[in-house]
């Protein structure tokens, strides 16, 4: 079993940025690709990045690409997601996830999540 908690959610203004942590509670981390996916109201749960075992590769959706990043602390069992440049269109909810396998895009291949922080980019 694994549990996430995420954490860094907040309003920030269009332009501005903010920092997503997420903290996993296993012994076993680094046997998890780690994935971030948000939701906004109404709308379904989309992928936003992903990023494997050791840190050496990553994913990210084509609406995020450039603007966010996302890192991993092996060591401290955490997960980040830097985002950069937000605009109004990313406010959602945001969600870390693991996976032992499977399509990274996909929500349904992961089979951890926390429970979510918000964030709103004020226009």
């Known amino acids: 079993q694994v549990q996430l908690v995420e954490s860094g959610g907040g309003l920030v203004q269009a332009g501005g940025s903010l920092r997503l942590s997420c903290a996993a509670s296993t012994r076993t981390f680094s046997t998890y690709v780690m994935g971030w996916f948000r939701q906004a109201p109404g709308k379904e749960r989309d992928f936003v990045a992903a990023?494997?075992?050791?840190?050496?590769?990553?994913l990210y959706a084509d609406s995020v690409k450039g603007r966010f990043t996302t890192s991993r602390d092996n060591a401290k069992n955490t997960v980040a997601l830097q985002m950069n440049s937000l605009k109004a269109e990313d406010t959602a909810v945001y969600y870390c996830a693991a996976t032992s396998g499977g399509n990274y895009y996909k929500s349904m291949n992961y089979n951890y999540w926390g429970p979510g922080t918000q964030v709103t980019v004020s226009s």
């Open positions: 990023i494997s075992r050791y840190g050496e590769s990553t």
